[in-house]
T-cell receptor, first 113, second 114 residues
């Protein structure tokens, strides 16, 4: 079966712009989580969606937002991009909210110049 | 508060020798624990998970981990390293019953010498 699909794979944006990243979970998975990975900070939790509702949010500014659609696909939006937003953004899906292990996508590499 | 400490940022072993990646956790609850692997320029892959069943957990690619409550440890081992094991490994703990957020260790880079 298809894995978690993240698009685009690579993105270059200019400071001040906004960006939308997309994540299609494994078919039937209803929980989608987003993570930011940088060399300095490691993996940091952004937010989790389940049944179109944000259930948890990490410690990120309001410029970072997301949503989940009825088909469980999720989007993440970052407005007013800063250089420090350059990172690998990873999406993970899980069948339920129980911690039986998430399946990760390959990520979107965002570079802000 | 829940936390995860991976005791080594880098581990270097020769091909064919055993691998030990160390992880200690702190959790107020009975934790769920995971090991993930990330190969260069790839996403994260679940190696194995502990969710209060058997304390010795077997994962993919010959890896296993033992949950030791008394030592609050969840070390990852493999009897014989292969060149393809070179990657970064992350130990992860879940926050608990009502919060499904995962807390990630800083990662251990495994280097395999030929």
């Amino acid at each position: 079966k298809a894995g978690v699909t993240q698009t685009p794979r690579y993105l270059i944006k200019t400071r001040g712009q906004q960006v939308t990243l997309s994540c299609s979970p494994i078919s039937g998975h209803r929980s989608v989580s987003w993570y930011q990975q940088t060399p300095g900070q490691g993996l940091q939790f952004l937010f989790e969606y389940f049944s179109e509702t944000q259930r948890n949010k990490g410690n990120f500014p309001g410029r970072f937002s997301g949503r989940q659609f009825s088909n469980s696909r999720s989007e993440m939006n970052v407005s007013t991009l800063e250089l420090g937003d350059s990172a690998l953004y990873l999406c993970a899906s899980s069948l339920t909210r129980l911690n039986y292990g998430y399946t990760f996508g390959s990520g979107t590499r965002l570079t802000v110049v | 508060a829940q936390s995860v400490t991976q005791l080594d940022s880098h581990v270097s072993v020769s091909e064919g020798t055993p691998v030990l990646l160390r992880c200690n956790y702190s959790s107020s609850y009975s934790p769920s624990l995971f090991w993930y692997v990330q190969h260069p320029n790839k996403g994260l892959q679940l190696l194995l998970k502990y969710t209060s069943a058997a304390t010795l957990v077997k994962g993919i690619n010959g890896f296993e981990a033992e949950f030791k409550k008394s030592e609050t440890s969840f070390h990852l081992t493999k009897p014989s390293a292969h060149m393809s094991d070179a990657a970064e490994y992350f130990c992860v703990v879940s926050l608990g019953d009502s919060n499904y957020q995962l807390i990630w260790g800083a990662g251990t880079k495994l280097i395999i010498k030929p």
